[in-house]
């Protein structure tokens, strides 16, 4: 599990994400969480990070949102549901979910700023960052956030550090009703069934597994009463995918250009060739000066 | 806690009322969802509020705070009218075939014997018929119309699910499917285990709210099951230890009482503390009373303590009244108490009616506060401007701030709610000038004693005989305190069948309180911990977490008072023959000569089953639907209103709040009347999740989770009175007023009661003016100064506002 | 060379100083921006944030050249846009392309100060460099991060990208165009043209020249 062989950088060719056994991943039981922040405290005590105390905006959400210095926040949703006329006061813990295919990688420039680990961790390399905000634009689930202080992108690294030497991340330790759980994605997946089995006994028969094929899975998965409406989760993304705008400045925009440019120069190159200089001959000289002697 | 709250995960429905387990208890809270993922276990949560508890509910039905006792009486009435009772249980393992005596009735709110004048009982009436044998009369069949069964039938007969309705504002038909769900594990097989918190105990009438759950519990059969029984979920990692030995006015530690002013001597103090049993062959422990009383004063006086002067019987206070927080502070306030210690509390912010707090502090000659953290009360004379608008020049008391260690920098033991005593030791230095509370109290009896040594004075004894055999006079270590409170041998004793042997031994410790004797040769600090520090050493610094019986009892991890026990009551959990009624969940079992199984066995390991009932601390022997004189607001639970409450009692009109809670006259002058126009809305306090009490908020992290003061409101409040999400409100009382933010939340919704619209309004207890958060309010500011009629603890849970909204500050 | 002729070569004055550094400005800034933006643009030209002092400065200095360039530019297009309006002469230059391209310069009609191609360039460089800017300021995650959608910064960051390159095409035309075109530069070295320059490919600016008396003789060398 504790394997962390890096297969991909960002601005690098490197081949696309390959599952395997080595894969972990965080179950994220939003049935079983209670919103206690546990997490978030963790998540601040482990990585040593110094979140500015905020205000109250009228919710229970706080920090507000995910910040440089705050790699996970819960979200709290209160929801009425109109099939059953009961409140759901639906607790969400947001953060990074390291997609197999993560669009945050796909659009950093800098070589090896953003790498992705064989065991499915996207992680970010603080020395290479340039701080450009690419992979902001890049992820689908609006993660990285830039620091105004040093300028570089921050998000969770699913605890690389700990995962590295066989531990789970710091929020699934300090949980206390193991509502994160960390394992390999297919331990995961098979204690997701159990909880869904469960879920649906109680009546919830649209419970399922948050593992988004848009981006070929994520490492960071939830457990969902409600797996076919994501976005009541404090607006989770439906069906999550990195943008075609962004697939498309990644892809055809960027090949197209270089070629045109190189097109441009090279056949700058060929018509000087075939067509020579184009001078001044000493006619011209003689019929401009012939014509400043007329005025 | 009856059980623990690794118990928990045995249980099949969770009811969390009167807490918020999720939110206040979140670690104790995963044995919830232990059960729930494990067993299929079912969590009901009933609040005014949609709490994040509610959020992981199976069933979550709304109730108007402080009107528990109604709902739970009405589930009691539903489970007698449709016969789902544990009825081979609560016909022999409750005194529902007692016979009361003659005198004793109830009608429209109020038992015999109240006296208004006095807002309390004549109790003599509360008693069972004595039979010719000494023993109270029974009938069996449960036909007797004085017969606790049917007294019970009649009392609970009113509250019907229309009158809960009415009362609670909880729908009847949510009323309903609660009464239903609970109702099932009258089954012997299945058991519901009770989770509440202040939610309960804060309230003029807190110890009935538990009382009430305390009867459903024994109709249902889940006292003494694995899974089942009463559980208190208390609110510091030592709360429960604070109880047990004994910090409070009034008691001694392991629950021994002190004396009132009347029992002048041992023989009437011994008089009242004899715990004969009421039915025969009953055990009725109590009975040992006077060896744990004997061997606690051997602990604190030693020699001095000797049967000649009935063991320094005299060195004791004897009460006129109870010395409870809200007398201390209301004698501070008429100048009566003019010094005033005030280690690890900050009764700024915890204490109601703030005003009143501040004006008696302000009149102390003197304060000393021992903290690790400079406390709101320790700069209470400081102006903070609105956050205390106090005149700092006109306070004359002089503050002493102690600074003390916190429980990571020093060693020790803290009992949590499962009664578990568990050793800590200390995980960082103590910062700057700090000191252990241990050392602070040894620098200042030595001081004393010395004092007293040096003058005399009227009554020195008690303090120059104080027992101090330690090491190093100046600093006793945890340990020495530990062995002390655990109990030794201070002669030896003869075993009486074998004069060749010894039973006990002169230096040891005892190994447990059934060694404990009334003749001066044992001394023991508090007989409940008795077992905690043996020969075998330091039993609450055991970490071996196997569990063979699966059970989550963890036999071997820390030591559980008493005895080691982790389930009171646990012969209970097997029927009469002595067999577990589930036995899936084994705790104990009576294998034919003795009792064993899982646990510590709750009963002598010989008592024939069948013969003695397991409610071994009753002199009945059986748990009590109905209590003799041991309540002072009566024998059963009845709905009494907050003292400050939108409606007038549906019960009784006249009756306000609760008629024996006893309260000050000026105090009441400063309540709002019922229904007030002024102060339309239920207030209720609470705590969050992120914090702890007044101690996180000097967290940067916890500051961070939740930075600023807030109350909750719903939005049809909220749109009644233009209060936008965010934005500022003044939230008044008849006794202050606080700023906060406004959360408008779906999670509160006006409820009907008694015909009335009733908006509640929510207020967490977490700010102050000292600390990393920012600077704010706590509910204090706004509470009334009334407590519990039978331990005064204040009514923190139901309240009278008004909500406005103001502009904000200017940024 | 024939010297049949008695008459001194002449040159005519194409740029003011103040044109030509506001010029030099602009192209510098250019190639600064092209080069740090091709950079980020695609990993296999990462390495030329080196000459920026690394990625993280490159990152920060490229947003300022671009104010400065759309200040300068913004010089440019005052000075220049009435004499890059288009005109009847610029669409029958555009007719005879094939022609422009093999330089066959005799078979074109008189043109003056510009001809349609440079005219395209600059209409070109001034509606994509406003492009640029616009987008520019919407991806400076600095400063704008805050300020738009995430979805709408995506648009912003292609368009700001395909209109680089647009740039780029058009800067290599200009480029190549000053190069292919012999005595061209020296318009913006010197600030001057030959006569000859002037005759072969602005003859009607030429005139114009000539008739305001600009023209002058060679000086000695």
Same mark, same amino acid.
Request: proline residues 6%; hydrophobic residues 40%.
């Given at each position: 599990?504790?394997?962390?062989?890096?297969?991909?950088?960002?601005?690098?060719?490197?081949?696309?994400?390959?599952?395997?056994?080595?894969?972990?991943?965080?179950?994220?039981?939003?049935?079983?969480?209670?919103?206690? /922040?546990?997490?978030?405290?963790?998540?601040?005590?482990?990585?040593?990070?110094?979140?500015?105390?905020? !205000?109250?905006?009228?919710?229970?959400?706080?920090?507000?949102?995910?910040?440089?210095?705050?790699?996970?926040?819960?979200? !709290?949703?209160?929801?009425?549901?109109?099939?059953?006329?009961?409140?759901?006061?639906?607790?969400?813990?947001?953060?990074?979910?390291?997609?197999?295919?993560?669009?945050?990688?796909?659009?950093?420039?800098?070589?090896?700023?953003?790498?992705?680990?064989?065991?499915?961790?996207?992680?970010?390399?603080?020395?290479?960052?340039?701080?450009?905000?690419?992979?902001?634009?890049?992820?689908?689930?609006?993660?990285?956030?830039?620091?105004?202080?040093?300028?570089?992108?921050?998000?969770?690294?699913?605890?690389?550090?700990?995962?590295?030497?066989?531990?789970?991340?710091?929020?699934?330790?300090?949980?206390?009703?193991?509502?994160?759980?960390?394992?390999?994605?297919?331990?995961?997946?098979?204690?997701?069934?159990?909880?869904?089995?469960?879920?649906?006994?109680?009546?919830?028969?649209?419970?399922?597994?948050?593992?988004?094929?848009?981006?070929?899975?994520?490492?960071?998965?939830?457990?969902?009463?409600?797996?076919?409406?994501?976005?009541?989760?404090?607006?989770?993304?439906?069906?999550?995918?990195?943008?075609?705008?962004?697939?498309?400045?990644?892809?055809?925009? /960027?090949?197209?250009?270089?070629?045109?440019?190189?097109?441009?120069?090279?056949?700058?190159?060929?018509?000087?060739?075939?067509?020579?200089?184009?001078?001044?001959?000493?006619?011209?000289?003689?019929?401009?000066?012939?014509?400043?002697?007329?005025? | 806690?009856?059980?623990?709250?690794?118990?928990?995960?045995?249980?099949?429905?969770?009811?969390?009322?009167?807490?918020?387990?999720?939110?206040?208890?979140?670690?104790?809270?995963?044995?919830?969802?232990?059960?729930?993922?494990?067993?299929?276990?079912?969590?009901?949560?009933?609040?005014?509020?949609?709490?994040?508890?509610?959020?992981?509910?199976?069933?979550?039905?709304?109730?108007?705070?402080?009107?528990?006792?109604?709902?739970?009486?009405?589930?009691?009435?539903?489970?007698?009218?449709?016969?789902?009772?544990?009825?081979?249980?609560?016909?022999?393992?409750?005194? =529902?075939?007692?016979?009361?005596?003659?005198?004793?009735?109830?009608?429209?709110?109020?038992?015999?014997?109240?006296?208004?004048?006095?807002?309390?009982?004549?109790?003599?009436?509360?008693?069972?018929?004595?039979?010719?044998?000494?023993?109270?009369?029974?009938?069996?069949?449960?036909?007797?119309?004085?017969?606790?069964?049917?007294?019970?039938?009649?009392?609970?007969?009113?509250?019907?699910?229309?009158?809960?309705?009415?009362?609670?504002?909880?729908?009847?038909?949510?009323?309903?499917?609660?009464?239903?769900?609970?109702?099932?594990?009258?089954?012997?097989?299945?058991?519901?285990?009770?989770?509440?918190?202040?939610?309960?105990?804060?309230?003029?009438?807190?110890?009935?709210?538990?009382?009430?759950?305390?009867?459903?519990?024994?109709?249902?059969?889940?006292?003494?099951?694995?899974?089942?029984?009463?559980?208190?979920?208390?609110?510091?990692?030592?709360?429960?230890?604070?109880?047990?030995?004994?910090?409070?006015?009034?008691?001694?530690?392991?629950?021994?009482?002190?004396?009132?002013?009347?029992?002048?001597?041992?023989?009437?103090?011994?008089?009242?503390?004899?715990?004969?049993?009421?039915?025969?062959?009953?055990?009725?422990?109590?009975?040992?009373?006077?060896?744990?009383?004997?061997?606690?004063?051997?602990?604190?006086?030693?020699?001095?303590?000797?049967?000649?002067?009935?063991?320094?019987?005299?060195?004791?206070?004897?009460?006129?009244?109870?010395?409870?927080?809200?007398?201390?502070?209301?004698?501070?306030?008429?100048?009566?108490?003019?010094?005033?210690?005030?280690?690890?509390?900050?009764?700024?912010?915890?204490?109601?009616?703030?005003?009143?707090?501040?004006?008696?502090?302000?009149?102390?000659?003197?304060?000393?506060?021992?903290?690790?953290?400079?406390?709101?009360?320790?700069?209470?004379?400081?102006?903070?401007?609105?956050?205390?608008?106090?005149?700092?020049?006109?306070?004359?008391?002089?503050?002493?701030?102690?600074?003390?260690?916190?429980?990571?920098?020093?060693?020790?033991?803290?009992?949590?709610?499962?009664?578990?005593?568990?050793?800590?030791?200390?995980?960082?230095?103590?910062?700057?000038?700090?000191?252990?509370?241990?050392?602070?109290? =040894?620098?200042?009896?030595?001081?004393?004693?010395?004092?007293?040594?040096?003058?005399?004075?009227?009554?020195?004894?008690?303090?120059?005989?104080?027992?101090?055999?330690?090491?190093?006079?100046?600093?006793?270590?945890?340990?020495?305190?530990?062995?002390?409170?655990?109990?030794?041998?201070?002669?030896?004793?003869?075993?009486?069948?074998?004069?060749?042997?010894?039973?006990?031994?002169?230096?040891?410790?005892?190994?447990?309180?059934?060694?404990?004797?009334?003749?001066?040769?044992?001394?023991?600090?508090?007989?409940?911990?008795?077992?905690?520090?043996?020969?075998?050493?330091?039993?609450?610094?055991?970490?071996?977490?196997?569990?063979?019986?699966?059970?989550?009892?963890?036999?071997?991890?820390?030591?559980?008072?008493?005895?080691?026990?982790?389930?009171?009551?646990?012969?209970?959990?097997?029927?009469?023959?002595?067999?577990?009624?589930?036995?899936?969940?084994?705790?104990?079992?009576?294998?034919?000569?003795?009792?064993?199984?899982?646990?510590?066995?709750?009963?002598?390991?010989?008592?024939?089953?069948?013969?003695?009932?397991?409610?071994?601390?009753?002199?009945?022997?059986?748990?009590?639907?109905?209590?003799?004189?041991?309540?002072?607001?009566?024998?059963?639970?009845?709905?009494?209103?907050?003292?400050?409450?939108?409606?007038?009692?549906?019960?009784?009109?006249?009756?306000?709040?609760?008629?024996?809670?006893?309260?000050?006259?000026?105090?009441?002058?400063?309540?709002?009347?019922?229904?007030?126009?002024?102060?339309?809305?239920?207030?209720?306090?609470?705590?969050?999740?992120?914090?702890?009490?007044?101690?996180?908020?000097?967290?940067?992290?916890?500051?961070?989770?939740?930075?600023?003061?807030?109350?909750?409101?719903?939005?049809?409040?909220?749109?009644?009175?233009?209060?936008?999400?965010?934005?500022?409100?003044?939230?008044?009382?008849?006794?202050?007023?606080?700023?906060?933010?406004?959360?408008?939340?779906?999670?509160?919704?006006?409820?009907?009661?008694?015909?009335?619209?009733?908006?509640?309004?929510?207020?967490?207890?977490?700010?102050?003016?000292?600390?990393? =958060?920012?600077?704010?309010?706590?509910?204090?500011?706004?509470?009334?100064?009334?407590?519990? =009629?039978?331990?005064?603890?204040?009514?923190?849970?139901?309240?009278?506002?008004?909500?406005?909204?103001?502009?904000?500050?200017?940024? | 060379?024939?010297?049949?002729?008695?008459?001194?070569?002449?040159?005519?004055?194409?740029?003011?100083?103040?044109?030509?550094?506001?010029?030099?400005?602009?192209?510098?800034?250019?190639?600064?921006?092209?080069?740090?933006?091709?950079?980020?643009?695609?990993?296999?030209?990462?390495?030329?944030?080196?000459?920026?002092?690394?990625?993280?400065?490159?990152?920060?200095?490229?947003?300022?050249?671009?104010?400065?360039?759309?200040?300068?530019?913004?010089?440019?297009?005052?000075?220049?846009?009435?004499?890059?309006?288009?005109?009847?002469?610029?669409?029958?230059?555009?007719?005879?392309?094939?022609?422009?391209?093999?330089?066959?310069?005799?078979?074109?009609?008189?043109?003056?100060?510009?001809?349609?191609?440079?005219?395209?360039?600059?209409?070109?460089?001034?509606?994509?460099?406003?492009?640029?800017?616009?987008?520019?300021?919407?991806?400076?995650?600095?400063?704008?991060?805050?300020?738009?959608?995430?979805?709408?910064?995506?648009?912003?960051?292609?368009?700001?990208?395909?209109?680089?390159?647009?740039?780029?095409?058009?800067?290599?035309?200009?480029?190549?165009?000053?190069?292919?075109?012999?005595?061209?530069?020296?318009?913006?070295?010197?600030?001057?043209?030959?006569?000859?320059?002037?005759?072969?490919?602005?003859?009607?600016?030429?005139?114009?020249?000539?008739?305001?008396?600009?023209?002058?003789?060679?000086?000695?060398?």
């Amino acid at each position: 599990m504790a394997t962390m062989e890096l297969v991909r950088r960002s601005a690098s060719s490197s081949p696309a994400f390959q599952p395997g056994a080595q894969e972990v991943a965080k179950l994220i039981d939003v049935s079983k969480c209670i919103g206690c /922040k546990a997490c978030q405290a963790a998540c601040l005590e482990w990585n040593d990070l110094r979140e500015e105390v905020g !205000f109250n905006d009228g919710t229970l959400n706080n920090p507000h949102d995910l910040t440089p210095a705050s790699f996970t926040v819960m979200r !709290f949703t209160e929801w009425e549901n109109a099939a059953t006329g009961n409140l759901e006061f639906l607790i969400r813990k947001d953060g990074c979910m390291h997609c197999s295919d993560p669009g945050c990688l796909k659009a950093c420039p800098a070589p090896g700023a953003i790498v992705q680990y064989s065991n499915g961790i996207v992680d970010f390399d603080h020395d290479k960052c340039i701080g450009c905000g690419y992979c902001v634009k890049g992820c689908p689930f609006n993660i990285p956030r830039i620091s105004k202080a040093d300028n570089k992108a921050y998000k969770c690294t699913l605890c690389s550090d700990r995962v590295a030497v066989g531990q789970g991340p710091a929020c699934a330790k300090a949980c206390p009703t193991k509502a994160i759980s960390f394992g390999t994605k297919q331990e995961m997946k098979d204690l997701a069934d159990k909880r869904i089995n469960d879920l649906k006994s109680r009546g919830y028969g649209q419970a399922g597994l948050y593992d988004p094929p848009g981006v070929n899975g994520t490492h960071v998965m939830y457990v969902l009463h409600h797996n076919d409406r994501p976005s009541l989760y404090a607006g989770l993304p439906d069906n999550p995918k990195i943008s075609t705008v962004v697939e498309l400045w990644k892809g055809v925009a /960027k090949y197209a250009g270089l070629a045109f440019i190189g097109l441009a120069a090279v056949g700058a190159a060929v018509h000087h060739m075939v067509a020579g200089p184009n001078r001044v001959s000493s006619e011209d000289e003689e019929n401009a000066a012939r014509l400043k002697e007329k005025a | 806690m009856t059980n623990s709250w690794t118990d928990i995960k045995n249980t099949d429905l969770v009811l969390i009322m009167g807490g918020n387990a999720a939110e206040a208890h979140p670690c104790g809270f995963k044995w919830v969802t232990e059960a729930k993922a494990n067993r299929g276990a079912k969590l009901i949560v009933v609040d005014p509020r949609f709490t994040r508890s509610a959020s992981v509910a199976d069933f979550y039905a709304p109730i108007r705070q402080g009107t528990d006792i109604a709902f739970l009486l009405g589930v009691i009435n539903y489970c007698l009218q449709n016969g789902k009772i544990q009825k081979d249980y609560v016909a022999n393992y409750t005194n =529902a075939s007692l016979v009361v005596k003659e005198g004793y009735s109830y009608k429209d709110g109020l038992f015999s014997g109240y006296d208004e004048s006095k807002r309390d009982y004549d109790r003599s009436t509360w008693d069972y018929e004595i039979g010719p044998d000494g023993y109270a009369v029974t009938d069996t069949t449960l036909q007797h119309p004085r017969c606790v069964f049917n007294l019970l039938k009649e009392h609970v007969a009113q509250y019907t699910p229309e009158f809960v309705e009415r009362i609670c504002g909880t729908p009847k038909d949510k009323f309903l499917t609660v009464a239903k769900m609970v109702s099932e594990t009258s089954a012997p097989d299945k058991v519901m285990t009770s989770m509440y918190a202040l939610g309960w105990t804060q309230h003029s009438k807190g110890s009935q709210n538990i009382r009430g759950m305390a009867m459903l519990q024994l109709l249902l059969g889940n006292m003494g099951l694995a899974g089942g029984g009463m559980n208190a979920l208390r609110g510091h990692s030592n709360i429960q230890g604070l109880t047990d030995v004994g910090l409070m006015s009034n008691l001694l530690p392991g629950y021994l009482t002190l004396p009132s002013e009347k029992e002048t001597s041992l023989a009437p103090y011994m008089q009242t503390r004899l715990f004969k049993p009421l039915r025969p062959d009953q055990t009725s422990f109590w009975q040992n009373y006077k060896k744990f009383f004997v061997s606690f004063q051997k602990a604190m006086y030693g020699p001095a303590a000797t049967a000649e002067n009935d063991w320094a019987f005299d060195y004791l206070p004897k009460l006129d009244v109870t010395y409870d927080v809200l007398r201390a502070f209301d004698l501070m306030d008429q100048g009566k108490m003019t010094g005033y210690f005030c280690q690890g509390f900050n009764p700024l912010l915890s204490f109601p009616d703030r005003g009143k707090v501040t004006r008696a502090l302000s009149k102390l000659k003197w304060l000393v506060t021992m903290d690790p953290l400079e406390t709101e009360t320790s700069r209470f004379w400081e102006n903070h401007g609105k956050y205390n608008e106090v005149d700092s020049a006109s306070i004359q008391t002089e503050v002493f701030q102690l600074p003390s260690t916190c429980f990571a920098e020093d060693e020790g033991s803290l009992t949590n709610s499962s009664r578990w005593l568990q050793w800590h030791w200390p995980g960082a230095d103590a910062p700057g000038e700090a000191k252990s509370d241990v050392w602070i109290m =040894a620098q200042l009896w030595k001081r004393l004693k010395t004092a007293y040594q040096k003058d005399g004075g009227a009554f020195p004894d008690p303090i120059v005989n104080l027992v101090w055999n330690y090491k190093n006079p100046d600093d006793p270590q945890p340990d020495e305190i530990a062995r002390e409170v655990n109990g030794y041998v201070l002669a030896d004793v003869p075993d009486p069948t074998d004069s060749s042997k010894m039973l006990l031994q002169k230096g040891k410790q005892v190994p447990a309180f059934a060694a404990l004797r009334d003749d001066g040769t044992t001394a023991c600090g508090c007989w409940i911990y008795s077992g905690s520090f043996t020969e075998a050493g330091n039993m609450m610094a055991r970490r071996d977490n196997k569990d063979p019986g699966d059970m989550g009892a963890y036999l071997n991890w820390a030591f559980a008072w008493p005895a080691n026990r982790r389930v009171l009551y646990n012969r209970a959990s097997a029927n009469l023959e002595g067999q577990p009624w589930d036995p899936s969940r084994k705790l104990i079992a009576w294998d034919g000569s003795k009792w064993a199984g899982n646990d510590i066995p709750d009963i002598a390991p010989t008592a024939k089953p069948g013969t003695v009932m397991p409610f071994i601390m009753n002199q009945e022997g059986v748990g009590k639907l109905w209590v003799r004189a041991g309540m002072r607001d009566g024998p059963f639970p009845v709905h009494y209103e907050p003292f400050e409450s939108p409606i007038n009692n549906p019960v009784n009109p006249k009756i306000k709040g609760n008629p024996v809670a006893r309260v000050f006259k000026e105090d009441l002058a400063r309540m709002a009347e019922n229904g007030s126009k002024e102060f339309p809305y239920a207030a209720t306090s609470y705590r969050l999740t992120e914090h702890f009490h007044y101690w996180t908020k000097h967290v940067q992290v916890n500051a961070v989770l939740q930075p600023e003061f807030f109350v909750e409101i719903s939005e049809q409040l909220a749109a009644e009175k233009g209060i936008k999400p965010g934005g500022w409100v003044k939230v008044s009382s008849k006794r202050g007023q606080v700023e906060a933010k406004a959360v408008v939340t779906k999670r509160i919704k006006p409820l009907t009661c008694d015909g009335k619209t009733v908006h509640v309004v929510g207020i967490p207890i977490h700010w102050g003016f000292m600390g990393a =958060a920012k600077k704010g309010f706590g509910p204090n500011s706004l509470t009334p100064f009334v407590g519990d =009629a039978n331990i005064e603890t204040p009514e923190f849970k139901a309240f009278l506002v008004n909500v406005e909204p103001i502009p904000g500050p200017v940024a | 060379m024939a010297s049949t002729s008695s008459t001194k070569s002449v040159v005519v004055d194409r740029y003011a100083v103040g044109a030509r550094i506001n010029h030099w400005v602009t192209a510098i800034s250019f190639i600064l921006l092209a080069l740090s933006g091709l950079a980020f643009f695609t990993p296999s030209l990462y390495f030329l944030t080196g000459l920026f002092g690394g990625g993280q400065l490159a990152r920060t200095l490229h947003p300022w050249i671009g104010v400065v360039l759309f200040i300068s530019f913004s010089g440019l297009f005052v000075r220049f846009w009435k004499a890059n309006l288009w005109n009847a002469d610029d669409s029958a230059w555009m007719s005879k392309l094939p022609d422009v391209v093999a330089g066959h310069e005799e078979r074109l009609p008189e043109i003056g100060k510009y001809n349609a191609g440079q005219k395209l360039v600059f209409w070109g460089m001034a509606l994509l460099i406003l492009v640029l800017f616009a987008t520019g300021l919407v991806i400076w995650q600095q400063y704008f991060g805050a300020s738009s959608s995430i979805d709408q910064q995506r648009v912003a960051l292609l368009i700001h990208a395909a209109a680089a390159v647009g740039t780029i095409l058009i800067w290599i035309v200009h480029v190549y165009a000053a190069i292919w075109v012999r005595g061209t530069i020296q318009a913006m070295t010197r600030g001057n043209v030959t006569g000859g320059w002037g005759w072969r490919h602005h003859r009607k600016w030429l005139r114009e020249e000539v008739q305001k008396g600009e023209v002058k003789a060679q000086p000695a060398e």
